[in-house]
């Protein structure tokens, strides 16, 4: 009797089990093929009057022409800004992100690194948005900016140009100065001696 209703417990829970698969396979069915396309080792250049402005990279992208089209990029993402000259003038990374073309903003999440090359400043913070409209860049997630000469921590966020170069930070606390140690001795002064 027990072997019986162990039998029948395990054919429920393999009956159970085979009608979830089966909704998620007929969900994925439901989906258009024409409507996802699925991209490896992607590279997007973004140009404006001949010259490149925005290099997008990301190792696998995925394009959903539907009504609201976006793309997802679930395995990272690395943009790097150009200026006039065709030099970089920064870097942004991130460990997932998504574009929204309609409205052209990025989110960017997971562990986002933006290196400014003009300045040598960085900044991490965990989620950020890029306006590609407004040309900005800015989050309400706590933030951490690296300069030269600085260690700047923002508990509410910031709001910079795309380029990093220009840029506010709100709720600005425990912040540190990065004094270098100076290896050579100071001039010694002759009315000293």
Known sequence: MKI???WF????????????DMQKISALENVPNDKVETSYGLELLYSSQANVKVKIEAPLAQ??????????FPEGIKVTFYNDS????????????????????????????????????????????????????????????????????????????????????????NSSLIVKENKTPPPVDDKLK
Not at 63 to 72: D, L, R, S, T, V
């Open 63 to 72: 394009i959903y022409n539907i009504e609201q089209p976006y793309q997802e």
């Open 86 to 173: 065709s030099q970089v003038i920064s870097f942004l990374t991130a460990k997932y992100a998504i574009r929204y073309e309609r409205e052209s903003k990025t989110l960017v999440r997971d562990s986002v690194w933006v290196r400014s090359v003009e300045n040598n400043e960085s900044l991490f913070t965990e989620e950020m948005t890029w306006d590609e409209k407004k040309h900005l860049i800015f989050t309400d997630k706590y933030v951490t900016i690296h300069t030269p000469t600085q260690k700047i921590f923002a508990q509410k966020g910031f709001e910079s140009n795309e380029n990093f170069t220009n840029y506010k930070l709100k709720g600005v606390q």
């Open 9 to 20: 417990l395990l054919i429920c829970l393999f009956v159970v089990a085979c009608e979830n």
């Open 4 to 6: 019986t209703n162990v």
